[in-house]
């Protein structure tokens, strides 16, 4: 059996690629290390709960403790953990520090002293390389992040990439778009929008709305990584990214449409601080080694909404009951005037 680390698991891309991952590969031995923060649900991981093949380990990857010894023991680290919501670091970046960049200091630490470590995969973003008014964003492009969260994740992509050159570390580095899918906290702009929307409660869009995302579907995604894993280069940045552009506001008006409501719902809101334009990526380097996204935008947003209205049981709790994310919602939307 292979021994896989995955630390984020818990989370949105994490949990779907835990569960991908345990489909795909029955000679996989999966622990997922997750601190289980406001982002982090165990019932994300219920398709493998009884499996043999995967264990949960309940911790912070800051704490050398806990997991020093597991990236030790393993030959494949996937790091997803993260702080990973950019208006959460707008309004504090402390967290974004200690376990974005701090978090993954800790595990390369670690990986120095992994006998069988063959790949410790970072998982970076596309906005380390900053607002991108036209083209698109290669792997050698100067990176340029303008909010916290990019930053803390420009400077752990980096630090990936210098253990590498500097100890040998087998590290490949992955810059995806934004994903979408099911599973994905009720914060970031498409499960916000499709939960209010059902609810029949204002979209609060930011700015002029004219900001475009690269939508990737999260299967295509830990299929990328996938094959990152068995054909990519040690010292590497793959690009991974959906080619789906789409303006916010175009992206509104399709969730309204496939929720069946009106777009008087559509509140136009004082823009988010340092908002970056637009991101675009390249990929031309992943496709050499074969990968190309299965997901059309429209039937896998139609799917995804599907899927956001099967499962209240899934989101209602964290948007009516969890006092937290209550707060977290009047502080970030209940002053904000209109745009
Ligand atoms: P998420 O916020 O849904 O999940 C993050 C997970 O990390 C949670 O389970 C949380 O409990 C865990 N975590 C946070 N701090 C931790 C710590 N100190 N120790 C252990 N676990 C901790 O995030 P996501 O959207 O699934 O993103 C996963 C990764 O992918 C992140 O590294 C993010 O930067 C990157 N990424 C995300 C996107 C996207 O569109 N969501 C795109 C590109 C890259
Ligand atoms: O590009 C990859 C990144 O995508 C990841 O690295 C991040 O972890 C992930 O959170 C995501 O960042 P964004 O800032 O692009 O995602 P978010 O869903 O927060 O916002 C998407 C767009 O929608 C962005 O232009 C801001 C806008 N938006 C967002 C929210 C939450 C709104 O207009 N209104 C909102 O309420």
Known sequence: MIRVLVTGGAGFIGSNFVRWAHNAHPDWQITTLDKLTYAGRLDNLADVAESSRHRFVHGDIANTAVAAPLVRESELVVHFAAETHVDRSIQSAADF???????????????????????????????????????????????????????????????????????????????????????????????LFVTNAIDNIALPLYGDGLNV????????????????????????????????????????????????????????????????????????????????????????????????????????PIKEKDQAFRDYYKTQYGNRAGA
Request: aromatic share 10%.
């Open 213 to 316: 995302r690269d939508w990737l579907h999260v299967d295509d995604h830990c299929r990328a990584i996938d094959l990152v894993i068995e054909q990519g280069t040690n010292g590497e940045v793959y690009n991974i990214g959906g080619g789906n552009e789409v303006r916010n506001v175009d992206l509104t008006r399709r969730i309204l449409d496939l929720t069946g409501r009106p777009g008087s719902l559509i509140r136009p809101v004082a823009d988010r601080p340092g908002h970056d334009r637009r991101y675009a990526l390249d990929t031309t380097k992943l496709r050499r080694l074969g990968w190309t996204p299965a997901a059309e935008f429209e039937s896998g947003l139609a799917a995804t909404v599907d899927w956001y209205r099967r499962n209240e049981q899934w989101w209602r």
């Open 97 to 191: 520090i200690t376990t974005d960049v701090i978090g993954t200091f800790v595990l390369l630490e670690a990986a120095r002293q992994a006998p069988a470590l063959r790949r410790f995969i970072q998982i970076s973003t596309d906005e380390v390389y900053g607002s991108v008014p036209e083209g698109a964003s290669t792997e050698t492009d100067e990176l340029r992040p303008r909010n916290p969260y990019s930053a803390s994740k420009a400077g752990a992509d980096r630090l990936a990439y210098s253990y590498w050159a500097t100890y040998d570390v087998p590290v490949i580095v992955t810059r995806a778009s934004n994903n979408y899918g099911r599973n994905q906290f009720p914060e970031k702009v498409i499960p």
